[in-house]
């Protein structure tokens, strides 16, 4: 595994139910990567989590749409009584606030 998963405690078990046929493909994978069926499993499962999380976390625009940013960067429209409203309750809340234990297990700040 990589990262820091190797100095970790291994107190918490991770079971799934499979078919024959799927555990066997499994474990062949497996045996020809030259890892345990334990390895390859929690190897395989922690980098598909860490891409499903990544592209949660990922803002992804069409060409329309970056247009669409730029333009707006670009040529913003005027202030508006609304809009000074708003940056006011903004900043008297603090800006952005954050959920605490994202995705990651840590405290979001």
């Not at 395989?44 to 990922?58: L, Y």
């Not at 508006?80 to 940056?87: G, P, R, S, Y």
Request: a neutral charge.
């Amino acid at each position: 595994m990589s990262g820091n998963t190797a100095v970790e405690s291994r107190d918490t078990r991770l079971v799934a139910r499979c078919s024959g046929t799927v555990h066997e493909l499994v474990r062949a994978a497996a045996e020809l990567s030259g890892a345990s069926l334990s390895q390859f499993v929690l190897d395989s499962a922690t980098k598909r989590a860490r891409e499903v999380i990544e592209s949660e976390n990922t803002i992804r625009l069409s060409l329309e749409g970056a247009e669409a940013v730029f333009s707006a960067i670009d040529n913003p429209p005027p202030t508006t009584v609304k809009l000074l409203e708003a940056a006011s309750r903004f900043k008297h809340n603090s800006g952005f606030s954050y959920a605490k234990n994202g995705p990651t297990g840590q405290e979001c700040t």
